[in-house]
């Protein structure tokens, strides 16, 4: 983790306050503690602590307009042109799920419009599926930290979590649980929550895009351009990155090309050889 000059005061407020819970009066003393066996579990804590969750559903409509209208359509139709009818689309740093969520409605609202489009033999099945088959659809959502991960994983969202979904989505794709909304079982089966720390190597393949939205920013620019490198490498031919709205590639690499409508941003990635 990158913490620069006007970060600081965060770094050492958040430490303080582990300090404190540990009973600790030194920093030196916290710091040999989160470097021994026995600081595990507090090394954990504390990276809870430092990590900034901050998400929401439909964050940022102008590059998800972008994603939809053109990404999502022009992948629709490439792949219906080949034959092979998956699409997987990795929300990295996914925080509490919100984000790919947000993919899932996208995706299953793109290939129902375009199954209205096809002449196809009527349908049998009712109710529909909501990724009409032979389609299948992948999201993997990662992030390091276990307790988003789990929330994510649970699908369920407060009033005030869902003030950015509309009364259409609402009625579609949750289901109210007393005050609060949860994600439709069928949703939710498209969403693989799995641990990844994005400064390793192992990371999901064959994604046809990437949304990685304000994660890189705490990260310095040598981590940066590593990230970016791995991402090129996790993308398949003519794969999208979509980064976040104060995030971005300019400087950093020339292994993607920049798309821009609408005010909406993306990055097409562009086939090198090495
Ligand atoms: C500000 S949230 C962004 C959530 C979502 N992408 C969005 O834009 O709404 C950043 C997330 O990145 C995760 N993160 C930070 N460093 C990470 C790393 N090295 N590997 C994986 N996830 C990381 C954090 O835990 C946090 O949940």
Same mark, same amino acid.
């Given at each position: 983790?990158?913490?620069d *000059?006007?970060r600081a005061?965060? $770094? ?6 582990r300090?404190?819970?540990?009973r ?5 003393s916290?710091?040999?503690l989160l470097i021994?066996a026995?600081?595990?579990?507090? $090394? *954990?804590r504390?990276l ?10 439909f ?9 939809h209208k ?5 992948l ?5 042109a080949?034959?092979?009818r998956?699409?997987r ?9 919100q984000?790919a969520?947000t993919?899932a409605?996208?995706?299953?609202? *793109?290939?129902g419009?375009h199954?209205?489009r096809?002449?196809?033999?009527a349908?049998?099945?009712?109710p529909?599926?909501?990724v009409p088959?032979?389609w299948?659809v992948?999201?993997?959502?990662s992030?390091i930290s276990?307790?988003v991960l789990?929330a ?9 979590q869902m003030?950015t979904?509309d009364?259409n989505?609402?009625?579609r794709?949750?289901d109210k649980?007393?005050e609060?909304?949860?994600?439709k ?5 498209l969403?693989?929550f799995?641990f990844?720390?994005?400064?390793t ?10 949304f ?8 310095d620019? *040598?981590e940066?351009?590593?990230l970016?490198?791995?991402?090129h490498?996790?993308l ?28 909406g941003?993306?990055?097409?990635r562009i086939e090198?050889s090495e």
């Amino acid at each position: 983790m990158f913490f620069d *000059a006007r970060r600081a005061h965060f $770094l050492q407020d958040r430490l303080q306050r582990r300090l404190r819970e540990c009973r600790m009066d030194s920093f030196y003393s916290y710091y040999r503690l989160l470097i021994s066996a026995e600081g595990k579990h507090e $090394l *954990a804590r504390l990276l809870e602590d430092l990590t900034v969750n901050e998400t929401s559903f439909f964050r940022n409509k102008a590059q998800l307009e972008l994603f939809h209208k053109h990404i999502l359509d022009e992948l629709i139709r490439k792949k219906e042109a080949s034959g092979n009818r998956g699409l997987r689309i990795w929300s990295a740093g996914c925080s509490t799920g919100q984000e790919a969520y947000t993919i899932a409605m996208l995706v299953a609202d *793109a290939l129902g419009y375009h199954q209205l489009r096809m002449p196809r033999p009527a349908e049998t099945t009712w109710p529909k599926p909501l990724v009409p088959p032979p389609w299948t659809v992948e999201i993997p959502a990662s992030d390091i930290s276990y307790s988003v991960l789990r929330a994510g994983q649970e699908g369920i969202y407060s009033e005030h979590q869902m003030a950015t979904v509309d009364y259409n989505y609402r009625l579609r794709y949750f289901d109210k649980v007393g005050e609060r909304y949860a994600v439709k079982t069928a949703v939710k089966e498209l969403i693989h929550f799995d641990f990844h720390n994005l400064k390793t190597e192992f990371l999901p393949q064959r994604n046809d895009v990437i949304f990685c939205r304000n994660v890189m920013m705490y990260f310095d620019e *040598a981590e940066q351009r590593r990230l970016i490198e791995k991402f090129h490498r996790c993308l398949a031919p003519d794969g999208y990155l979509l980064v976040g709205h104060a995030e971005s590639l300019l400087g950093l690499t020339d292994k993607f090309a920049m798309v821009y409508r609408d005010s909406g941003t993306a990055y097409r990635r562009i086939e090198v050889s090495e």
